[in-house]
């Protein structure tokens, strides 16, 4: 009994610690690991520290360069609001979006797609062609025309992005759900007289939990395109807030004369994105349990 009791213990050990241990030997993922805690601190830490709000306008320094001496580490856009602050708090918002749009299209896309995958027949047939349906539909032109319909507040850009994005989620799910459905520990639930609703809720879903964390590393960047897309176009946030979009998005049109406004924002937005790839790189090899198992 003892044995048995210390090898499943040491068994438990190495599946919660096995994927941790095998992403930190994968330094590329590690790095961008500790880049993005190193940057999520920063975006909500820096705009607490600075003596500028990100929306205070200094007219006497209009287009400033970085500077020390001024503490415009940024230095200052075309209204003299302080670049830097601005880039801090312009991630807070890319990032929110990126969490929380990416939650909205999980949250959608497991229930769809475990509850097609699971009851199978004219019931999945039907909810799949469906997804087909909304395939069919240009992705960034609904998006678009919710925004436009609806009104441009940020609470709207996360559901809007989310309630778009759960299509592919929904397709991963439903091929994983078939394989799963069919495995011994699911009959034995069945025969065990567990409703349907308990085994997708305890059996299926936390089986899924592998896929779907390699697919949200994989959907933040996405949605965090789509909004500095659609701020870019000037559908996204409103001033005087903003985002790394809309950062980029000025700074673009000021290149020539103040190029550190597109620089700054542009090279946090693409280290974030390098960083989640990396991530979702990773993990998807500490995951993998052909790799687990040798």
């Known amino acids: 009994m003892n044995a048995a009791t210390k090898t499943s213990t040491i068994r438990g050990r190495a599946l919660s610690t096995d994927v941790w241990e095998t992403l930190k030997k994968n330094r590329a993922a590690f790095v961008a690991t500790l880049l993005l805690a190193v940057m999520s601190v920063m975006v909500v830490v820096a705009p607490i520290l600075s ?3 990100f929306d205070a306008t200094d007219f ?8 020390l001496s001024t503490l415009h580490l ?3 856009d075309a209204l003299g609001r302080d670049l830097f602050v601005r880039t801090m708090y312009g991630g807070r918002i890319s990032l929110m979006v990126g969490l929380v749009a990416t939650a909205v299209s999980l949250v959608i896309g497991i229930a769809w797609g475990a509850t097609a995958g699971f009851i199978g027949g004219r019931s999945d047939h039907v909810m799949m062609r469906i997804v087909d349906v909304l395939y069919a539909m240009p992705f960034m032109f609904f998006v678009i025309l919710l925004m436009v319909f609806f009104g441009r507040s940020i609470v709207l850009i996360f559901v809007a992005i989310g309630a778009i994005n759960w299509l592919d989620m929904a397709r991963i799910v439903r091929g994983q759900t078939l394989s799963l459905k069919e495995k011994e520990f699911v009959e034995a639930a ?3 007289g567990v409703s349907n609703v308990k085994i997708v809720l305890h059996h299926i879903v936390p089986n899924l939990l592998g896929v779907v964390a390699v697919y949200v590393t994989l959907t933040i960047p996405q ?6 897309f659609l701020s870019f176009l000037g559908l996204g946030v409103q001033e005087p807030m903003t985002s790394w979009g809309a950062l980029v998005n000025e700074g673009a049109q000021e290149m020539e004369t103040a190029p550190w406004m597109l620089i700054f924002p542009g090279a946090f937005l693409a280290t974030t994105l390098f960083c989640l790839n990396f991530i979702g790189d990773g993990l998807r090899d500490a995951l993998d349990p052909r790799d687990r198992s040798n």
């Open 60 to 67: 006497d320094r209009i287009s400033v360069g970085p500077s």
């Open 223 to 228: 949605v965090i395109l789509v909004e500095s």
């Open 190 to 192: 069945r025969a065990g």
């Open 51 to 53: 003596p500028y709000a």
């Open 74 to 76: 940024f230095g200052t």
